[in-house]
C-alpha cells in the first residue's frame, strides 16, 4: 500500500507539470531576454564610451550625481565603473592624467584599488597600503558617503576593530543617514562570517528596516541577513526560520512598491527570490521572477555557481515546476484552478 500511495502522488505530481507548467511563462521574460548586471539608461552610454577609452561620459555622470546629491545612484555607478576599469584600465588612467585631483575620479580609483586588493593572497597588507586613496576621495568631496562605504569595505577586510568601524560608520551615516550601501557594508561586517553573529547580524537589519524611509532599499536588509543565514547552512531553530520568513515578507511589500521590469530594485528582487525558493515558498518565488523581468543580477546566484546567470534561468524553472506540481488538475465543479497557487505536498 505504501508504495502504491507513492507512486499515486508521483504520478499526480508529473501530471499536474505536465499540464501546468507551460501556461505558468506567462509574464516571465524569455530566456534569451535576460540580461545578467544590464546598466541602466544613464550608465549604459559611460560604459560603452569607456570601452572606447573616452572617459568623458563617465565623469559627466559622476559629476551629475555628486552635484545633484544622487548618492545611491551615484555608490552603483562608481561600482560598475570600477568593475568595468578592473581589466580595461586605460580611460581611467586618462582621466586621473587629465584630473588628477577630481572627486570623480578619486573615488573610482579608491573603489578599484580596494577590489583589487580584495582578491589579493595579502589581503590585508595590500588593503592597508591603498588607505590613502580612500582618504583622498573623501577629502575631495565632503558630502560624498560613498568613500565612507569604501572605507568600510576595506576595514572589514583589514581586520578593523569595532570601534574603529563604528568610528567609520559615524561619518558615513553623518553624510547620508539612509545610505544602502553603507548599510549593506555594515551588515556584512556584523555577519557571522566576519565579525558578529546571525543575531546581531539580524538585529542590525531589523533596526535599519524599521528607521528607514518609505520605498528605502534598506528595508531589504533583514532578507540580506536572512540570505547571510541561509549561506551558512547551519541547522535552524523555529524562531530563525520565522525571523527569515518575516524578512522575505518585508521585502516582498517593499518589492510591490516598484514597477514590474524595474531595473533599480533588480538586486534586492533577485535575492528575495533565492531566499524565497530556499525556503519553498514557491508562488512567491515565482511572482517576483515575473517582477523581475530581463533584469538578473550576478549577486546571489554567484554564491553557488560560476555561472550567475544559468543558475537564475535553472531556479526560475524549477520554481515553474514546484508551483506547477502543487496546483490541482481540477477545481470544485470541474473548473481549473491553474491561478491559485498551492503550496506543493506531497
Same mark, same amino acid.
Given at each position: 500500500m505504501v508504495d502504491t500511495m507513492s507512486l499515486l502522488r508521483a504520478l499526480i505530481r508529473a501530471a499536474r507539470m505536465i499540464r501546468h507548467t507551460p501556461q505558468l511563462s506567462d509574464g516571465l521574460t524569455s530566456d534569451d531576454e535576460v540580461l545578467l548586471d544590464a546598466p541602466d539608461d544613464r550608465l549604459g552610454p559611460a560604459l560603452v564610451a569607456a570601452a572606447l577609452g573616452e572617459y568623458e561620459p563617465a565623469a559627466k555622470l559622476l559629476a551629475t550625481t555628486r552635484e545633484s546629491a544622487e548618492w545611491e545612484n551615484r555608490d552603483r555607478y562608481v561600482m560598475r565603473l570600477a568593475a568595468f576599469a578592473y581589466n580595461r584600465g586605460q580611460w581611467l588612467g586618462e582621466w586621473l592624467g587629465v584630473a588628477p585631483?577630481?572627486?570623480?575620479?578619486?573615488?573610482?580609483?579608491?573603489e578599484l584599488a580596494v577590489r583589487r586588493a580584495w582578491e589579493s593572497p595579502a589581503r590585508a597588507e595590500r588593503l592597508r597600503e591603498v588607505g590613502p586613496l580612500i582618504d583622498a *576621495?573623501? $577629502?575631495?568631496?565632503?558630502r560624498d558617503p560613498v568613500p565612507w562605504r569604501i572605507a568600510l569595505d576595506h576595514a572589514r577586510g583589514a581586520h578593523a576593530t569595532h570601534t574603529a568601524f563604528e568610528t567609520l560608520w559615524e561619518q558615513a551615516v553623518r553624510r547620508s543617514s539612509h545610505h544602502y550601501g553603507?548599510?549593506?557594508?555594515?551588515?556584512q561586517y556584523l555577519s557571522a562570517q566576519w565579525y558578529g553573529s546571525h543575531r546581531e547580524?539580524?538585529?542590525f537589519a531589523e533596526q535599519a528596516a524599521a528607521d528607514a524611509l518609505p520605498g528605502s532599499l534598506v528595508q531589504a536588509l533583514p532578507v540580506r541577513a536572512a540570505f547571510a543565514q541561509l549561506l551558512g547552512g547551519e541547522a535552524m531553530s523555529s524562531v530563525q526560520s520565522d525571523r527569515i520568513d518575516a524578512a522575505a515578507d518585508l521585502a516582498i511589500t517593499l518589492s510591490g512598491d516598484y514597477a *514590474?521590469? $524595474?531595473a533599480w530594485p533588480a538586486e534586492v528582487r533577485n535575492l528575495l527570490a533565492?531566499?524565497?525558493v530556499a525556503r519553498g515558498r514557491w508562488a512567491d518565488a515565482l511572482e517576483q521572477f515575473r517582477l523581475i523581468g530581463p533584469y538578473a543580477t550576478s549577486f546571489p546566484w554567484m554564491s553557488l555557481t560560476d555561472d550567475p546567470l544559468g543558475q537564475f534561468l535553472q531556479a526560475r524553472d524549477g520554481v515553474r515546476i514546484e508551483v506547477a506540481a502543487g496546483t490541482p488538475?481540477?477545481?470544485?465543479?470541474g473548473r481549473s484552478t491553474l491561478g491559485e497557487h498551492y503550496p506543493y505536498r506531497l
Amino acid at each position: 500500500m505504501v508504495d502504491t500511495m507513492s507512486l499515486l502522488r508521483a504520478l499526480i505530481r508529473a501530471a499536474r507539470m505536465i499540464r501546468h507548467t507551460p501556461q505558468l511563462s506567462d509574464g516571465l521574460t524569455s530566456d534569451d531576454e535576460v540580461l545578467l548586471d544590464a546598466p541602466d539608461d544613464r550608465l549604459g552610454p559611460a560604459l560603452v564610451a569607456a570601452a572606447l577609452g573616452e572617459y568623458e561620459p563617465a565623469a559627466k555622470l559622476l559629476a551629475t550625481t555628486r552635484e545633484s546629491a544622487e548618492w545611491e545612484n551615484r555608490d552603483r555607478y562608481v561600482m560598475r565603473l570600477a568593475a568595468f576599469a578592473y581589466n580595461r584600465g586605460q580611460w581611467l588612467g586618462e582621466w586621473l592624467g587629465v584630473a588628477p585631483h577630481d572627486p570623480d575620479a578619486l573615488v573610482v580609483k579608491a573603489e578599484l584599488a580596494v577590489r583589487r586588493a580584495w582578491e589579493s593572497p595579502a589581503r590585508a597588507e595590500r588593503l592597508r597600503e591603498v588607505g590613502p586613496l580612500i582618504d583622498a *576621495a573623501a $577629502d575631495a568631496e565632503a558630502r560624498d558617503p560613498v568613500p565612507w562605504r569604501i572605507a568600510l569595505d576595506h576595514a572589514r577586510g583589514a581586520h578593523a576593530t569595532h570601534t574603529a568601524f563604528e568610528t567609520l560608520w559615524e561619518q558615513a551615516v553623518r553624510r547620508s543617514s539612509h545610505h544602502y550601501g553603507c548599510h549593506v557594508a555594515a551588515l556584512q561586517y556584523l555577519s557571522a562570517q566576519w565579525y558578529g553573529s546571525h543575531r546581531e547580524c539580524f538585529d542590525f537589519a531589523e533596526q535599519a528596516a524599521a528607521d528607514a524611509l518609505p520605498g528605502s532599499l534598506v528595508q531589504a536588509l533583514p532578507v540580506r541577513a536572512a540570505f547571510a543565514q541561509l549561506l551558512g547552512g547551519e541547522a535552524m531553530s523555529s524562531v530563525q526560520s520565522d525571523r527569515i520568513d518575516a524578512a522575505a515578507d518585508l521585502a516582498i511589500t517593499l518589492s510591490g512598491d516598484y514597477a *514590474a521590469g $524595474d531595473a533599480w530594485p533588480a538586486e534586492v528582487r533577485n535575492l528575495l527570490a533565492y531566499v524565497l525558493v530556499a525556503r519553498g515558498r514557491w508562488a512567491d518565488a515565482l511572482e517576483q521572477f515575473r517582477l523581475i523581468g530581463p533584469y538578473a543580477t550576478s549577486f546571489p546566484w554567484m554564491s553557488l555557481t560560476d555561472d550567475p546567470l544559468g543558475q537564475f534561468l535553472q531556479a526560475r524553472d524549477g520554481v515553474r515546476i514546484e508551483v506547477a506540481a502543487g496546483t490541482p488538475l481540477r477545481g470544485r465543479g470541474g473548473r481549473s484552478t491553474l491561478g491559485e497557487h498551492y503550496p506543493y505536498r506531497l
